[in-house]
């Protein structure tokens, strides 16, 4: 009872206190970009964050990274509290955790009067044109059948367009699982001497994948010439159970992030390949595009389809090229709003095409 | 009202005080939510949430868990929009009686097999999952546009989202049903004691199946709402849903034991557990202590809201 | 015969299990195979010995994966890492699993004197920690530097990396403390009737929190290895070992009604489900339906094992 | 004579609730006292205070002339009190060994290790003293019935090793779930400990009170109302202090003019439960009351169950009003209406956490309803407050949880829960009155003549003989699940007590 008694009273005023401390700058929506993202650790989002914040600080504005953990739920409730209270003319650039929700997450900043950009997923039918076109002004994604495609082959050369392949796939329902999975199908068809033996899914996770490749080395042995990780985590774990079996670099693995673990293992040898995407441009891409249109820099009606759902370029990680992309260093300058708004399609590599997502 | 009686009313009421506080907090930092627009919206992107949390309760207020109810929306979202195209608005119902079923069956096996419900749903919680992906190939699927189940659920009326009308329909329904049935009597007086009600004459089995049968059915109610919204389906669109729906219950003051409880407090459970979602976002916390912080208000929350004189063993 | 099904039906159930898949695989009976399935059950067997003593007290601990990932991250930027210029050496070690054991011990505390149901509060916890480990996390992936650590998963002793044996040795400590410690006896007694304990003048708390920070000191543990075998120091290192865990203890006949079940059973639970998981690989059954599979795998092997102790008097739950 | 132990001037509240109020009790070294009193009297209250399980509000224990604090059961075994539980207390997933020395300073233990050797040796000695031939490793849960209350009473007496003054061994209820021939084997443990002991000995019932006591002590209300030696004893004077009112047995006895039906309504051929019963035939026809009764073990109780559905595995051939009774279950069993009041009242009688009027209403509350499964609270009410009355159910009001009531009024709670509806032919009561005072005792001893009056079938497994003898037409004797007598007429011409225990043992 006293319990009770004493937790209410004590609760009601740890809320007063809290809420009113917390003050709530209501002041000019456009200078305050809400950044939705997996989490905030690992490589890609730590340098995505990073281009994002540039732009953002570089016209004296502020970037509200908020985490999802990869969960369209809370993702759905965080754009929910956050345009709940009005949001008109908010900014946002998000990335939907699953190509299911896109549609309400767009929607939903469309009603509120905001304006996004995505990053990643949508599904196939929807395009930022055709689904809140006011709102939603562009969708930014890398690739996933290039990174899968250019990985495959660099396979086919290091084995010399023979032998046998197994794949480590990311969650099944991911659109980058399955544009990867499309590349290295395509790089297959050109190199028909490499067959894939088999394929299991990882869910993008080390420990997984090191499980999984150590039940193959049982089950196919010497076989296996090389292996495919959808990911770089994925690619890790591979190459740490080929590392228990003693054939580490001897069996040739490629992964997909640049994550800087995994291309040290390309400059030791270990690891043949990775595909990184411009992470820190997309970010500022995204934000640019956000930001421009908010304050009436770029027209929304101007804007191409080419312009509003394109690829990022991407660089494929070999020996040849690791250490110089290790060693590289992003100048602020370069990410400034100025700077990106002067070619803000500088680094398109196209318009998405149908059938990827 | 003497001191006493306020004591009382706390006690009893404890999950609506909560509420109120929480609303109090949330409003006094961005007033803005108060508006009916913001409100609904909220209400709307919720309603799957919600729905889920009415069913989850009645097995929690027989003392079992169903684990299933997440792997269940998602398993209904991709047979909903799959059978969409050829069944059109009745593919939604179709989905629902057929997750009710189900549920029904696993409610009925967990007496018959005498394998506790958390097992039992467990791996039905697994079978659903191999199922939705094996039927999508762990693609997602569109439902066919112009079905008016979905449109309706989608849309408002009388400017309340259909939706969360239908929430609040089946939670009092449902809570008609716990007060006035011989069913609902049979539900709470299992959760106290369930060899003593089954000696007392009562079909155990059915109350089980029964509950079961609810708690999937509003899971799959809750996978068509969801798909009402996002217009796709995937063989994961839910899964994250059954961490949050259990707190909701649990947020409420249903006891994980059984027998204390009811659907509204439930339902008022899981508003909280949204509102706190909603002020922990909103108070320019960095991303990374977020989590920390709707973990440890979740935590004060609950203690606020159990009626711990109702409880015998703390487990 | 019926008498070794009652008592061992787990492991007639993993006999089962280990027959089919070496008829239906070639590759599935080879010692390489049992080495793989060893090294895979090594972590799931660490958290699964400290979850079995919270279950045989009748409470639950939901908060394996966010203590495991925390363990992971504290380890990663307390060591010799890629990131960050703390360097305590293996004291990170003792200092990881105090953080494990005062988690748990907060738990149980929370539990006990706010009389909160341990499901709650220990989700609350998973929540929290998750959480901590991201506000621990620096800005890049720590990389392990401290070869002592990751020499454990990498140094082999006849085909086995010492996380085995290190696994090994736990679960002989674990088998002892069960047998013959009072915490380990005690702690099934709790679960059968804990008010018959509490009038008998047993420290029930203490012992409820023992039980919890062993449990927490045991998925630490498992972050520490985590981190030795995938060499860096991650958010999401823990994700994915609660529910292999429970259904571990629970496949093994650990019921979570509390009282019954063990350190053994848990044991032969967690092999049903990593031969489970390696032998559907080893058959190439269809991925997407693996989870199909392994959720009725599930059922019928608690179905079968437990059959005999069908009564018409008997609460399920 | 010295003092072993005394209270002074006890006073416990519950919440509004005056369980004791300014108790004094003295026991000399070597006494046996018979505390006795109706249920709800405070004699399980004051047991407790003794054993450290609650503390008093105000008052002063002493041991030995000191003034002691006895805040735990570990504390007052230290101090030589041991109490032997009514409920058993033992925990059936450890061993013997293990639960002998459950309540005792950790002396098996160094530094929380087990030394099972010593545990061991130790355990056997104090089986020895209770002439119990087990493994001290063997678990509880493969332990029969009487066994086990063997060891509660050798878990109590090790105190003998441990203190070393003078012992206070509390015994409450102990005899309620045994046999004749096992409350003799307690009553000689009894005498053989009270060379270095005194004894408190808690029971409902006066002959067995009269048979082992030195003194007699009664509680009314929470208070002390006579403190007889034994020599001083005038039996109708205590009762007369205990329930208010005189003996009510003799008129019990009144023999019933019974009106039992022709045809019968339960016919069992040949029943065989493998391991509990076999080759049970028996009839029992509308109006009649067949008094079952045997020794623990016997299987008496396994009649009753399997009627009701709750055999695992039964063979043989069970008639209904003339059709094979096919029940599987007991839902099955009440919609035939056949009603079970089982012996475990709080595990399997009644409902917990729940109100009293959920209890009575829960099997046949929907035939008080609208109809299509709904209920009618308020009708319910009203019928529901009818039983209360008639069967004089003591409780604030009908929306009290039963949890707070006593052991006898939860009884007639449960049983009320059978007499609710309007469908019932057979009930079948299994040791309705365990735990129950005299006034309770007679009251239900009135409601079960008046049940069978009106026709329903009635079979009962009685808990004294004196209450089948009271209640029954025809009794049947068990022994080892087998009939081993059956006795018509006996209202008319009551068989003596001595014939129905040797047909028992």
């Known amino acids: 009872m006293i319990f009770n008694k004493l937790t209410t009273l004590g609760l009601t005023a740890a809320f007063v206190a809290a809420a009113s401390t917390v003050v709530f700058a209501q002041d000019d929506t456009s200078k305050k970009l809400y950044l939705g993202v997996g989490n905030t650790s690992a490589d890609y989002w730590t340098q995505m964050i990073w281009g994002a914040t540039q732009v953002m600080e570089s016209v004296g504005g502020t970037v509200a990274v908020i985490g999802n953990d990869f969960d369209p739920q809370k993702s759905l409730q965080n754009i929910g509290a956050i345009t709940a209270p009005g949001c008109e003319g908010c900014i946002f650039t998000w990335f939907p955790d699953s190509p299911a929700f896109t549609k309400t997450f767009v929607e939903k900043i469309g009603d509120a009067g905001g304006f996004i950009t995505t990053l990643w997923n949508r599904a196939e039918e929807i395009h930022p044109w055709d689904t809140a076109p006011d709102a939603w002004i562009a969708n930014i994604s890398f690739d996933g059948v290039d990174a899968g495609y250019q990985n495959g082959m660099e396979l086919c050369k290091a084995m010399n367009g023979e032998g046998a392949i197994v794949v480590l796939q990311g969650v099944l329902d991911n659109a980058p699982a399955k544009q990867r999975t499309m590349g290295l199908e395509k790089a297959i068809a050109e190199c028909p001497g490499m067959t894939i033996l088999d394929k299991q899914v990882g869910s993008w996770q080390q420990a997984p994948a090191q499980d999984i490749m150590r039940t193959w080395l049982t089950k196919y042995g010497d076989k296996i010439k090389g292996v495919v990780g959808q990911n770089d985590a994925m690619a890790l774990g591979a190459l740490a159970a080929l590392r228990e079996a003693g054939l580490a670099g001897k069996v040739f693995v490629t992964g997909t992030d640049g994550s800087s673990d995994v291309v040290k293992q390309i400059e030791s040898g270990e690891i043949l390949s990775t595909m990184s995407g411009l992470n820190e441009y997309q970010g500022a891409v995204a934000a640019a595009l956000a930001y421009g249109v908010r304050v009436g820099d770029i027209k929304v009606a101007d804007l191409t389809e080419a312009q509003r759902d394109f690829f990022m370029q991407q660089i494929l990680i070999t020996k040849a090229n690791a250490t110089e992309f290790l060693a590289r260093k992003p100048d602020p300058a370069e990410y400034s709003y100025e700077a990106i708004k002067a070619d803000i399609w500088a680094k398109s590599a196209g318009q998405i095409p149908a059938g990827v997502n | 009202m003497t001191k006493d009686t306020i004591l009382m009313f706390l006690r009893r009421n404890g999950a609506l005080v909560v509420l109120a506080i929480i609303l109090t907090a949330v409003s006094t930092a961005a007033p803005g939510i108060l508006r009916w627009r913001a409100i609904n919206s909220l209400l709307q992107d919720n309603a799957p949430l919600l729905i889920m949390i009415v069913g989850a309760t009645l097995p929690i207020l027989l003392g079992c868990l169903d684990l299933s109810i997440a792997a269940m929306a998602s398993l209904a979202a991709v047979m909903a929009a799959m059978l969409s195209p050829a069944l059109g608005s009745a593919s939604a119902y179709v989905v629902v009686a057929g997750a009710a079923m189900i549920g029904g069956l696993q409610g009925w096996m967990i007496g018959r097999l005498q394998v506790p419900s958390f097992v039992i749903s467990l791996g039905a919680l697994g079978i659903f999952k191999g199922i939705g992906m094996y039927l999508t190939a762990a693609d997602m699927v569109g439902i066919a546009p112009g079905i008016s189940v979905y449109e309706t659920l989608g849309s408002r009326s009388f400017g309340i989202s259909n939706a969360f009308i239908l929430v609040l329909i089946v939670a009092w329904l449902f809570t008609l049903m716990l007060k006035l049935s011989n069913l609902g009597r049979n539900i709470y007086a299992f959760g106290a004691n369930e060899i003593a009600v089954y000696i007392s004459g009562v079909r155990r089995d059915m109350v089980r199946a029964f509950a079961f049968a609810a708690s999937s059915g509003c899971a799959a109610l809750g996978g068509v709402m969801m798909i009402s919204q996002t217009m796709f389906a995937s063989a994961t669109v839910a899964n994250s849903l059954l961490l949050p729906a259990l707190v909701g219950v649990v947020v409420g003051g249903t006891a994980i034991s059984g027998g204390v409880g009811g659907v509204l407090s439930s339902l008022i459970g899981g508003l909280i557990a949204i509102l706190i979602r909603v002020g922990v976002t909103i108070s320019g916390l960095p991303p990374e202590s977020q989590d920390v912080a709707f973990g440890i208000t979740i935590l004060i929350a609950v203690a606020l809201t159990t009626d711990r004189a109702k409880i015998g063993l703390v487990k | 015969m019926s008498n070794l099904i009652k008592s061992q039906g787990p492991l007639l159930a993993l006999t089962g299990l280990v027959v089919i898949f070496s008829v239906f695989s070639e590759s599935f009976a080879s010692m390489a195979n049992f080495a793989a399935v060893l090294e895979a059950a090594a972590i799931p067997a660490i958290v699964a010995i400290g979850l079995t003593y919270v279950l045989m007290q009748a409470s639950i601990d939901l908060s394996v994966e966010g203590v495991a990932s925390l363990a992971n991250i504290i380890l990663s930027i307390t060591v010799a890492n890629s990131v960050t210029t703390t360097d305590i050496g293996l004291w990170a070690i003792p200092l990881v699993l105090c953080a494990g054991l005062l988690v748990g011990a907060t738990s149980a505390a929370v539990s006990i004197y706010v009389r909160m149901p341990s499901l709650i509060v220990t989700l609350g916890m998973w929540l929290t920690t998750v959480g901590m480990a991201a506000l621990l996390f620096p800005d890049r992936l720590p990389q392990l530097l401290e070869t002592r650590i990751t020499q454990l998963a990498i140094d082999k002793q006849f085909g086995l990396s010492w996380i085995v044996y290190l696994t090994l040795a736990l679960i002989l400590v674990a088998l002892w403390v069960e047998k013959y410690t009072r915490f380990g006896r005690m702690s099934r007694a709790i679960g059968e009737n804990e008010p018959v304990l509490i009038m008998s003048g047993i420290k029930v708390n203490r012992h409820k929190i023992a039980a919890f920070a062993l449990a927490g000191g045991c998925y630490a543990l498992a972050g520490i290895l985590l981190g030795a075998r995938i060499g860096v120091g991650n958010t999401q290192s823990g994700v994915g070992l609660l529910f292999p865990a429970i259904a571990a203890c629970v496949l093994g006949g650990t019921l979570l009604s509390g009282g019954q079940g063990g350190i053994r059973q848990s044991m032969i639970g967690v092999l049903i489900l990593v031969s489970l998981r390696n032998g559907l690989i080893q058959i190439g059954v269809d991925p997407l339906l693996q989870s199909a599979l392994e959720g009725a795998v599930i059922i019928i092997a608690v179905a079968g094992s437990t059959w005999h102790l069908r009564r018409k008097v008997r609460v399920i739950k | 004579m010295t003092t072993a132990f005394s209270l002074e001037g006890i006073t416990k509240r519950f919440g509004e609730v005056t369980a004791l109020d300014n108790v004094s009790l003295t026991l000399n070294e070597g006494e046996v006292l018979g505390l006795i009193g109706q249920n709800g009297s405070g004699k399980s209250t004051i047991m407790k205070v003794m054993a450290g399980l609650h503390r008093p509000d105000t008052g002063i224990i002493r041991v030995g002339g000191k003034v002691v604090q006895l805040r735990s059961p570990l504390e007052a075994a230290q101090a030589g009190i041991g109490l032997v539980h009514q409920e058993q207390s033992l925990i059936t997933s450890l061993t013997v060994a293990e639960n002998l020395f459950l309540d005792k300073p950790a002396t098996s233990t ?396």
């Open chain 4, 110 to 505: 160094r530094l929380g290790v087990y030394r099972w050797a010593k545990l061991r040796d130790r355990a056997k000695h104090q089986l020895e003293k209770v002439e119990l031939d087990i493994d001290p490793f063997t678990s509880v849960s493969e332990l029969s019935f009487g066994q086990r209350q063997m060891v509660e009473l050798a878990k109590v007496l090790s105190l003998e090793e441990l203190v070393h003054g003078h012992l206070v061994i509390l015994f409450d209820e102990p005899t309620a779930v045994l046999n004749p021939p096992e409350i003799q084997s307690l009553f000689s443990q009894i005498r053989r400990i009270k060379h270095r002991s005194s004894v408190v000995f808690v029971s409902h019932r006066m002959d067995e009170i009269l048979d082992i006591s030195d003194r007699v002590y009664v509680m009314s209300d929470g208070r002390n109302v006579a403190d007889r030696d034994k020599e001083n004893v005038n039996v109708d004077e205590l009762y007369e202090l205990m329930v208010g009112k005189q003996r009510v047995n003799r008129e019990d006895r009144k023999p019933r003019n019974a009106q039992i039906g022709a045809e019968p309504a339960l016919t069992l051929k040949n029943v065989t439960v493998p391991g509990e019963i076999e080759g049970i035939s028996l009839t029992l026809a509308p109006g009649e009351i067949l008094g079952l009764i045997g020794v623990q073990g016997s299987g008496a109780e396994t009649i009753l169950r399997t009627v009701f559905g709750l055999s695992d595995r039964w063979s043989g051939e069970i008639d209904y009003f003339g059709m094979p009774l096919n029940v599987d279950s007991p839902p099955q069993a009440v919609d035939k209406g056949i009603g079970y009041l089982p012996a475990e009242r709080k595990t399997e009688g009644m409902i917990r956490n729940t109100t009293v009027s959920e209890n009575v209403a829960i099997t046949y509350g929907w035939q008080h309803g609208h109809g299509a499964g709904l209920i009618s609270r308020a009708r319910e009410r009203g019928l529901i407050h009818n039983w209360v009355t008639k069967l004089g159910i003591k409780t604030p009001s009908i929306g009290q949880r039963i949890d707070t009531l006593s052991g006898g009024n939860q009884q007639k709670v449960v049983l009320s829960k059978w007499l609710f509806g309007k469908t019932l032919k057979v009930l079948m009561l299994d040791h309705p009155t365990r735990g129950l005072d005299p006034g309770a005792r007679s009251d239900l001893f009135g409601v079960i003549r008046e049940l069978a009056d009106q026709g329903l079938a009635i079979l009962l497994v009685g808990d004294t003989l004196d209450e089948v003898l009271t209640l029954s037409d025809a009794i049947i004797v068990m022994k080892d699940g087998r009939v081993s007598a059956r006795i018509e007429g006996v209202q008319a011409t009551p068989p003596s007590e001595e014939e129905l225990v040797k047909a028992m043992v």
